[in-house]
């Protein structure tokens, strides 16, 4: 069974109206560790989804996160700004958003870590790309 928020499908609803409804599977919470069903949390999904998923602490958190080929972004949501930025910390991905949902800004390097990049855009950082680093060494 999945619970849904908002009016109910109609069959006129354009596809993007549909797929930012929020829809929660209910009842037997999903094996994400299974080859099956871990593609789900493991693959980069360009679209609006936020798997909810229980756990037993923080560092089960941190090893389900990390524990995936991608790393482009990562979004944390807490009371507590020191503990999110421990968490941040711990996470292999190359964006973190820290309450936030939005993360994007010109003056910040953007890029991911694993298979979702190499290298950076935007910002100090991504200039940095295009230019050649030279080395001297002279005795005098």
């Known amino acids: 069974m999945i619970a849904c928020s908002g009016p109910p499908f109609h069959p006129r609803m354009t596809l993007i ?5 929020t829809c929660v599977p209910q009842g037997r919470e999903a094996d994400f560790r299974s080859k099956a069903q871990g593609s789900r949390v493991r693959e980069e999904i360009f679209g ?5 998923m229980r756990f037993s602490d923080e560092d089960d958190v941190v090893a389900r996160a990390n ?15 020191q503990r999110g ?21 010109p003056a910040a390097p953007f890029g991911g870590v694993k298979q979702s990049g190499l290298g ?3 910002a ?9 680093t030279q080395y001297f060494s002279a005795e005098w």
């Open 67 to 81: 524990d995936t080929e991608h790393g482009l972004a990562a979004y944390l949501y807490t009371r507590d700004m």
């Open 124 to 132: 100090h950082d991504g200039l940095m790309e295009f230019l050649e």
């Open 48 to 52: 609006p989804v936020a798997p909810i």
């Open 17 to 21: 109206a549909a797929a930012w409804r």
């Open 85 to 105: 930025l421990q968490m941040g910390e711990r996470l292999e991905f190359g964006m973190i958003g820290l309450n936030r949902g939005m993360m994007s800004d």
């Open 120 to 122: 950076r855009e935007g």
